[in-house]
């Protein structure tokens, strides 16, 4: 090929990677948008559920306070009643009668440890306070087992809770990152391409004019010459040597 | 034995100073005096006037612990004081006072034996009037078979015993199934020592003892419903030196239920009025409030009479009533839970 049709390769070629590069920065674009739509969605979501734990976390916290002092003087009650049982409690302490059991919970793709209290076995105090203080004794025990109960509901909320603010804070930093870094970047690649491919077109553009100009001055003078020519040569009329002309010229726009 | 024309030679001194100091015995302005405290500094000040005197002067912390084993201090000290200057019959007597201790002790230290625990911990908790000399001995034991075999054999408890280890094998026993055999044991014999006495000891200690026996019978069989006590069993931790033995006894042994057992106490004058509802617009008072009311009434008849053992038994259980009054108001007015501090037994109007 000459080296003119090598030269226009070349240039179909950039424009060609150009465009397809501008394509994909568009995909790319697109592909930022979405994910920082869903991530904000994750994000509100989450905030949601934190709000919702907060207001439970702060109701639990004054039962809570209620409850405890509630148990301390059933405490008071029952030690008046029964003597001093301390020791015989103390003493017959073997295996745990509450236990707490961790389960999952998920909330937007995080997951939440939640935590469940249960009984296991029998009540080993049954018989404690049987000639003294026996009615005394189980309403303590009943207090008491509320209180654990509401402290293992309140230990699983602060865990949500903790664990929640962890997962918002991440999720706000990565949809503030796309926002305000990585989708002005993609623009900014992306009317960067545009104005590669608008400044090409009007080289383009500007490059085929100016050959426009030149063949119609080359094509006037050569006719010019033709005219002289002829006009010396006299009536002599010769059709045209394919074989004398030199060059062919490009058939361009005409 | 005793006679009221010899019984000042050898326990005259002791009668005249139990008396005096049941004169010191907390009244019903000192207690409305405390209930108006609002802080533990404020009631030692209070306890100051009183015959406790600088009793609490010394703690430099003042929790609601401290006054309890401060107040339990103080009762042992005039126990022991009683005690040691006391005379054959009288100090007989005395002993028995300190067997309920004893028994409370025992239990805790089968217990401990029993989860390998280290004595030297358990000794602190176990209470100073129910000592022997045996005690710190108990480690060595593994089983409890063993501990009465090599230990408590010797000890005065032995003969509470008999009942317990003849029947079952003491290691599978419940604790709190020993602990109420021994006390019916107890009382029993302590019945029949009164009885042996005569004269004004028994007219006064009788009633007291019976009354506790049925008390006894009473809460147990309130308190067993829903557990896995079976009526057989319960049966044999009644006492039966009350007045409800042998018919009431019986009838409480086949109760299932709450009403069961008021039919039961319905029969009795004595008891009727303890499981009656109370009037409407007077304050509930539990079972136990008013078990204990009763108990107080009986103790302070003690003091009526001359010339009787009955004086020191119930010096120390009125002491005791006291130390549980102070104590109570006391967590009142830390745990500012005013609504229920007037809430103890009053001894004397």
């Given at each position: 090929m000459s080296h003119k049709d090598l030269k226009k390769e070349l240039r179909n070629i950039c424009f060609f990677w150009a465009s397809r590069a501008q394509t994909i920065m568009k995909a790319r674009l697109k592909g930022a948008q979405t994910g920082r739509n869903l991530l904000k969605k994750k994000s509100d979501a989450l905030s949601m559920r934190f709000r919702q734990i907060l207001r439970k976390i702060i109701e639990t916290k004054t039962k809570m306070g209620e409850v405890m002092r509630e148990a301390a003087f059933s405490l008071a009650e029952a030690k008046f009643t029964a003597g001093d049982f301390s020791t015989t409690v103390i003493q017959n302490v073997?295996?745990?009668q509450v236990k707490v059991r961790a389960k999952k919970d998920n909330v937007a793709g995080v997951t939440l440890p939640v935590f469940e209290h249960y009984q296991e076995g029998?009540?080993?105090?049954?018989?404690?306070?049987?000639?003294?203080g026996g009615e005394q004794l189980s309403r303590l025990k009943r207090n008491y087992a509320r209180a654990v109960e509401l402290l293992v509901e309140l230990a699983s909320l602060q865990t949500s809770f903790v664990t929640l603010d962890e997962a918002i804070k991440i999720t706000n930093r990565r949809v503030n990152a796309i926002e305000h870094v990585i989708i002005p970047r993609i623009d900014r690649t992306l009317t960067y391409i545009i104005t590669e491919l608008d400044e090409r077109e009007r080289e383009e553009f500007y490059r085929l004019k100016k050959i426009q100009e030149k063949k119609k001055q080359l094509r006037e003078k050569t006719e010019l010459e033709i005219a002289e020519r002829l006009a010396k040569l006299g009536p002599i009329a010769e059709p045209a040597n394919m074989l004398t002309e030199e060059a062919d010229e490009d058939l361009l726009f005409e | 034995m005793t006679n009221t024309l010899s019984?000042?030679?050898?326990?005259g001194y002791l009668e005249g100073l139990v008396r005096g100091m049941k004169a010191g015995i907390l009244t019903q302005q000192d207690y409305n005096n405390l209930a108006q405290c609002d802080t533990l500094e404020d009631m030692k000040l209070h306890l100051?006037?009183?015959?406790?005197?600088?009793?609490?002067?010394?703690?430099?912390d003042l929790t609601v612990s401290v006054v309890d084993s401060k107040l339990r201090e103080n009762l042992v000290a005039e126990f022991n004081c009683l005690r040691s200057n006391a005379l054959p019959l009288l100090s007989t007597f005395l002993d028995y006072i300190t067997y309920s201790y004893m028994i409370d002790n025992v239990v805790l230290l089968i217990t401990g034996a029993l989860k390998q625990r280290d004595v030297a911990e358990l000794l602190p908790r176990c209470h100073p009037l129910g000592a022997f000399d045996q005690m710190a001995a108990v480690?060595?034991?593994?089983?409890p078979t063993e501990l009465y075999s090599t230990i408590?054999?010797?000890?005065?408890l032995a003969q509470f015993f008999q009942d317990a280890v003849s029947e079952c094998n003491l290691d599978e026993m419940e604790a709190e199934i020993l602990r109420n055999k021994l006390y019916k044991a107890y009382l029993e014999s302590f019945h029949s020592f009164c009885q042996n006495i005569g004269g004004a000891t028994k007219d006064i200690m009788c009633p007291i003892l019976e009354f506790e026996a049925d008390r006894r019978a009473f809460i147990i069989t309130v308190n067993s419903f829903?557990?896995?006590?079976s009526a057989a069993d319960r049966s044999a931790l009644y006492?039966?030196?009350?007045?409800?033995?042998p018919e009431g006894l019986q009838q409480l042994g086949k109760a299932d239920d709450h009403q069961q057992v008021k039919a039961v106490a319905h029969c009795y004058p004595d008891y009727k009025t303890v499981f009656d509802d109370p009037e409407p617009g007077s304050e509930y008072k539990t079972l136990e409030d008013r078990f204990f009311e009763q108990e107080v009434k009986l103790n302070t008849l003690?003091?009526?009479?001359?010339?009787?053992?009955?004086v020191f038994y119930s010096y120390i259980k009125l002491k005791e009533q006291e130390s549980r009054n102070i104590v109570w108001i006391a967590e009142c007015v830390t745990q500012r839970?005013?609504?229920?501090?007037?809430n103890y037994i009053p001894i004397f109007h």
């Open positions: 073997n295996k745990a029998g009540d080993s105090y049954e018989l404690t306070g049987l000639a003294r | 019984f000042n030679i050898d326990h100051q006037c009183s015959d406790y005197g600088n009793l609490l002067s010394s703690a430099e480690g060595i034991a593994r089983t408590l054999v010797d000890t005065p829903g557990t896995d006590l006492p039966t030196c009350g007045k409800l033995h003690a003091f009526l009479q001359q010339f009787h053992f009955g839970q005013k609504s229920k501090i007037n």
